[in-house]
């Protein structure tokens, strides 16, 4: 019995049955690779899901966790340590917003952001404003998996089996300005959308679709909460995603790669949301530690010290392009899109999808399938252009295979027919 063999028995018997997993055993990661126990290295354009935003043992991060280690991992937040402020003050600046409430995870954090839009609308109403409890959330989102979170998530399968869920959502057809200007009401505290939707299939809102939602929440005082969990720290080129569209939230939240690997997650708001939260209404162990601090602060240097906002600008361009290229040469492609490096090629078939995903990890190169029939790319920001090279030449090829074959089976059916 091999080692893998062993883990995934053992697994099998002593965890819950949430996740269907690879059979490879991942042991370490240099730069933009990932090396199995045999010493197999991929190319990893999935990045952990969007978290691993300086590769694999970049120095910034394993310094950073040495020196805050051996200083101190934990105090609890019922007193000061250097980082939070330190940290608070670089989201702050390249954010646009005024505040920050540190979380472990992306879902907690958008769970404290609604519970801060409820708590606005209740201070709102306290001072004689008439505004409702009710959240507006886009049709295809994704939030997380807690309970306000898969409340306002729109696919069935991660709320019904956990019902009844957090009452008061109402889901808005994606980029329908007509949908949302229907279902805006006074009844609304918050409208809820991600900028580039990811588990969604990597789908931008348009222009008009943000501009509208920022222009309702203003017009009654309801917060626009944007979530830039996976689209914001820099993955499209911009710290958030909103920033393309030049539109102010009025809260966001950030996790997955602020702290290149270790769990930290942020709301950031305006002072104007901020007013709603006193001493005692919100809180947690762990969030914004010493540790997670301190590694997210060196994180936020590195990205700015080595330019990788331009390069995730540089190379996600280029990447995309190979994409398109792609496109014009396996009609299996349906659609490209995305921003800086985030990415994703929309195929006609689930199968193909699923095909695709298997064989490219066939050639160590690691991608996912999102909603179906997409393909997502989420790659450390240090890629290069020759790792897109890479992975544009074992898609042409996954596409070529798929192609005769499709097409021999084809020819063999006319055959018997
Ligand atoms: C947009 C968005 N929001 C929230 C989450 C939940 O984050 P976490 O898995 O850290 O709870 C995710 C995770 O994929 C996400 O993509």
Redesign the pocket.
Same mark, same amino acid.
């Given at each position: 019995m091999t080692k893998l063999d062993q883990i995934r028995a053992a697994e099998s018997r002593l965890l819950l049955d949430t996740y269907e997993r690879n059979p490879i055993l991942f042991v370490r990661g240099e730069g933009v690779h990932i090396v199995d126990e045999s010493g197999t290295k991929y190319l990893d354009l999935l990045s952990g /899901?969007g978290v691993n935003a300086l590769g694999y043992g970049h120095p910034a991060i394993t310094e950073a966790i040495a020196r805050q280690s051996r200083a101190l991992i934990h105090t609890s937040n019922l007193f000061y340590h250097e980082g939070q402020a330190e940290l608070a003050l670089r989201l702050t600046e390249r954010t646009g917003l005024d505040r920050v409430f540190f979380a472990n %995870? *992306? %879902?907690?954090a958008?769970e404290g952001a609604l519970k801060l839009a409820r708590a606005h609308a209740g201070l709102l109403r306290s001072e004689g404003n008439e505004i409702g409890t009710r959240f507006l959330a886009l049709e295809q989102s994704?939030? *997380?998996?807690t309970f306000g979170?898969v409340s306002t998530t729109y696919k069935a399968k991660y709320r019904e089996p956990f019902g009844p869920v957090v009452p008061g959502v109402d889901f808005v057809k994606f980029n329908d300005v007509a949908d949302l200007r229907a279902k805006f009401s006074n009844e609304v505290c918050a409208i809820l959308v991600?900028a580039i939707q990811?588990?969604g299939g990597i789908r931008p809102l348009t222009r008009e679709f943000f501009a509208e939602a920022r222009a309702l929440a203003t017009s009654t005082g309801a917060l626009l909460i944007v979530?830039e /969990?996976?689209a914001g720290m820099g993955r499209t080129g911009k710290w958030c995603a909103y920033q393309h569209y030049g539109i102010l939230p009025d809260v966001t939240t950030l996790?997955?790669p602020i702290a290149g690997g270790i769990p930290l *997650?942020a709301i950031l708001c305006t002072e104007e949301a901020a007013r709603a939260i006193h001493a005692g209404m919100h809180g947690t162990t762990f969030g914004g530690g010493p540790l997670a601090c301190a590694v997210a602060i060196a994180v936020i240097d590195t990205i700015e010290n080595e330019g990788l906002l331009a390069h995730a600008t540089e190379v996600g361009d280029y990447f995309q392009a190979q994409l398109r290229s792609l496109a014009k040469r396996h009609e299996a492609i349906i659609d490209v899109r995305g921003k800086g490096l985030m990415l994703a090629a929309e195929l006609d078939s689930a199968d193909l999808a699923k095909l695709t995903v298997a064989e490219m990890l066939k050639r160590h190169i690691l991608i996912n399938c999102t909603s179906d029939t997409v393909l997502r790319f989420l790659p450390p920001y240090i890629l290069e252009r020759e790792h897109v090279d890479t992975a544009i030449a074992a898609l042409d090829e996954i596409f070529t295979e798929h192609a005769v074959h499709a097409s021999t089976q084809s020819a063999g059916g006319h055959n018997r027919g």
């Open positions: /899901i %995870t *992306g %879902t907690e958008w994704f939030h *997380g998996r979170s991600e990811g588990e979530d /969990i996976q996790a997955k *997650g």
